[in-house]
């Protein structure tokens, strides 16, 4: 019996992740690319209460994200962006781990993309 009970134990699958509350997440957040870049996320709502998030980066200026979407433990969102006459757009994707959101900003710029490593700590 006590053999059973172990197996059981030990084949108890992993905890997953509890689901991401956008409220969770309102206020403004400090960015930091892997690659340098800084910014902010500032997550808040809209009058008629869905999610809105805006985000400001030293190289790109200021904008209001698009196609905010939360499912389970993760953040989606996108922003447009012009770099040098180029037209394109920042796909982010993240997870609130340890009080921080860590994910990555896949740049789409003409045919190349570069997923770019970020993480994002709530601002004092």
């Known amino acids: 019996w006590?053999?059973?009970a172990a197996c059981a134990?030990?084949?108890a699958p992993a905890r997953a992740q509890?689901?991401?509350?956008?409220?969770?997440?309102?206020?403004v957040w400090n960015l930091m690319y892997e690659d340098g870049q800084t910014g902010t996320f500032t997550f808040s709502k809209?009058?008629?209460g869905t999610p809105k998030v805006v985000v400001s980066t030293m190289a790109g200026g200021e904008s209001v994200a698009k196609d905010i979407v939360i499912k389970g433990d993760t953040i989606?969102?996108?922003?447009?962006?012009?770099?040098?006459?180029?037209?394109?757009s920042v796909t982010y994707t993240a997870k609130l781990v340890a009080g921080a959101l860590k994910g990555?900003?896949?740049?789409?710029?003409?045919?190349?993309g570069m997923p770019t490593p970020f993480s994002a700590t709530r601002a004092k």
């Open 9 to 11: 134990v030990m084949a």
């Open 46 to 48: 809209n009058n008629d």
């Open 2 to 4: 006590l053999l059973l």
């Open 18 to 27: 509890a689901p991401l509350n956008f409220n969770d997440l309102v206020g």
């Open 104 to 112: 990555t900003g896949d740049v789409k710029l003409g045919d190349a």
């Open 76 to 88: 989606t969102f996108t922003r447009d962006i012009a770099v040098q006459g180029l037209s394109g």
